[in-house]
Structures are given as structure tokens and as C-alpha cells.
């Protein structure tokens, strides 16, 4: 039985998806990792290798409960054999889980929130889908752009983005810690509005103010 608080499922199980080694870290496909990285320094929390969830786990105490942090080392093809023995071990349904990964059909520096629906092609969360028989987790969608060609993607994941992609990227994951409480309590309508809300655009500078005219001498 769901968790609930105030009749809304919360949040027990943070997922961040990415492929494990050095080889990969700055790659698009890790922006997940990158997610869930800057949860744990948040909260805090210390995640450790786990070997019976095949991942770096963390366990954070909560009022409500504890919460669980995992980042699959499966590779992205096989992220569900991470979360799904978790998810089972602890009771956590689907609808309790929020799942952070990289993703083509949004920009850099744009970051939406939805639960279900298709996988649109990734890997990590087809497997997830499979391995708990529902696609009704939540996702956490991290644009990193597309390159424009379908057959060009899987190198395009692979890659490293461009020095202004990964700031867009990182700034879009900073401003979703803002709408963390929210999604742990399950306002998923309130960390919405914060999450798909535009980022204010800077003021432009006053301009200075005009110098006065010179008085004119009077005239004898």
C-alpha cells in the first residue's frame, strides 16, 4: 500500500539513470546521475555501493519515512535490475518512485515533470518499465537537446555536451532542487509550477541618469 500524506502518494525511491565509469561521467546520458548527485548534497546523504540492488544506494530518515536514493551501475539498458528488486524489498510502489533522466526531446536548461507514458526510445526507462510491469513511475525529464538526426542519437548521448549545454543542463538541475519538497511530499501539481515555470529573465541595467545641463552664465 501506497504511502500517503494527505491522501497523495509520496515520494520514497529517487532514481538517477546514467552508465557507471569514468569513461562516461561527462556524457549526456548521465545527466541522472548528475540529478541525483546534487539531491544528495542537498539532503545530505552518502551514496554507497550496494550490491544486492546492484547500485550506489543511500538511505535518508524522514518523518514520513525513509527515503532511498539508487543509482543503477547495470548500465542504462539495465536500470530496472537495480530499482525493481529495491522497490520490491521495501514495498515501494511505482507511483512512489521518481526517475531522473536525460532527455532528447527537450532543450538544455529546460526540465519537465510526468508520470507514465511511453519511453520514447530510452533504454533505461524500457527496462524499469519491464522489470516492474508498469510504466507508472514518475520521470524527471532533463533536456540535453537532439542532434537532428535519429541515427545519430546513440552517439549523441554518449557524448560530452557543448561548455553551454552542460551549464544550461546544470542550471536546470539546480532549479529543480527547488521544487524537492514538493516532490517528496507528492504535491506533484505545486513542484510542477515550479519545475515548467520559465526562468525570469534579468532585468536590463537602469540606465544612468542623464547629466544635468550645464547653467547657463547670466547675461549682463
Known sequence: MAATFDNRPMIRLLVGLGNPGPEYAGTRHNAGFWWLDAVAHALPATLAPERSYFGSVARVNRPAGPLWLLAPMTYMNLSGKAVAPLARFFKIEASEILVAHDELDLLPGQVRLKQGGSAAGHNGLKDIQA???????????????HPGIKSEVADYVLRKPAPDDREAIEKSIERSLTALDALLAGEMDRAMMKLHARPQRPKPPRPADAPEPPSKEPTS
Open 131 to 145: 522489470q516492474l510491469g508498469t510504466p507508472d513511475f514518475w520521470r524527471l525529464r532533463l533536456g540535453i537537446g
